[in-house]
């Protein structure tokens, strides 16, 4: 029998049934009807051309061909359970894989990993440099950071403010436009075009212009006072998402990595 078209469900049954020797017994732990014990052994039955139990005025007794598989079952079972906990096992280990772009982990991600881990002194972070969409199952991936309008297929949430700021140097800078991926169009002549926003930045401070970034991007430059504002901050339907796929999304270490990032 090809393994696709294993009755599992049945034969979870049938373990039910032969330790319990009751339907009404196997019912309550399945949290399922009697009827419903009954109408699994019979299409178990009728699958495997066999019969299984026996109703006699004892109760409910095993036919030969139940006890000359139910060990195998059963061993079957628990080698089950022990690929489950196999697989579970990496929802406690201490070891992260995130993707984010190159600028965001340099001026935002990494020192928020810093002080997550300082408290959790066994953490260690695998962290891949990504500026497009990656498949999570491929690149093994449990956490993604995002500039997105949303989570898309995924699960996520939103960190920081979906606004971009202009900015340039501290004592001001010509009316000039740095400009990079992803970046708002703007009216200013171009001065220089970099490979993304944290370098925009840089170019800004350096005076070469003014560069339009994610606010979340600027915040740290503009508080330490490298790069000022120019006018207010400006509503965009782009923003920084933490991203993963439901499984992911689910473990308990991928949960205290979100809540401490977003805290």
């Given at each position: 029998m090809k393994r696709t078209h294993l009755p599992l469900n049945g034969l979870r049954v049938l373990d039910a049934a032969a330790r319990h020797l009751s339907f009404t017994r196997a019912a309550d732990e399945l949290a399922v009807t009697p009827a419903a014990v009954g109408q699994q052994i019979r299409a178990l039955e009728d699958m495997l051309g066999v019969v299984l139990f026996r109703r006699t005025p004892k109760g409910l007794e095993m036919t030969p061909e139940t006890e000359a598989g139910l060990e195998a079952l059963r061993g079957g079972f628990l080698m089950f359970e022990e690929s489950v906990r196999a697989m579970q096992a990496g929802q406690s280990s201490l070891s992260l894989t995130i993707a984010a772009p190159r600028d965001i982990t340099a001026k935002w991600l990494q020192t928020r990993l810093a002080a997550y881990a300082a408290g959790v002194p066994e953490l260690s972070f695998s962290?891949?440099?990504?500026?497009?969409?990656?498949?999570?199952?491929?690149?093994?991936?449990?956490?993604?950071?995002?500039?997105?309008?949303?989570?898309?297929?995924?699960?996520?949430?939103?960190?920081?403010?979906?606004?971009?700021?202009?900015?340039?140097?501290?004592?001001?800078?010509?009316?000039?436009?740095?400009?990079?991926?992803?970046?708002?169009?703007?009216?200013?002549?171009?001065?220089?075009?970099?490979?993304?926003?944290?370098?925009?930045?840089?170019?800004?401070?350096?005076?070469?212009?003014?560069?339009?970034?994610?606010?979340?991007?600027?915040?740290?430059?503009?508080?330490?006072?490298?790069?000022?504002?120019?006018?207010?901050?400006?509503p965009s339907e782009r923003s920084y998402w933490l991203i993963a796929p439901l499984p992911q999304w689910r473990q308990k270490k991928v949960k205290a990595l979100v809540e401490a990032l977003t805290a």
């Open positions: 962290l891949v440099a990504a500026d497009e969409a990656l498949d999570f199952t491929e690149a093994n991936l449990d956490l993604a950071l995002r500039l997105t309008d949303g989570p898309g297929e995924h699960e996520g949430i939103r960190i920081g403010d979906a606004a971009f700021v202009t900015v340039e140097a501290p004592n001001g800078g010509p009316e000039t436009r740095i400009d990079w991926p992803g970046c708002p169009a703007g009216t200013l002549p171009t001065v220089m075009r970099v490979a993304d926003g944290g370098l925009a930045i840089e170019a800004a401070a350096n005076g070469f212009g003014q560069a339009s970034v994610p606010a979340l991007l600027a915040a740290r430059d503009i508080a330490e006072g490298r790069v000022r504002p120019v006018g207010d901050a400006r």
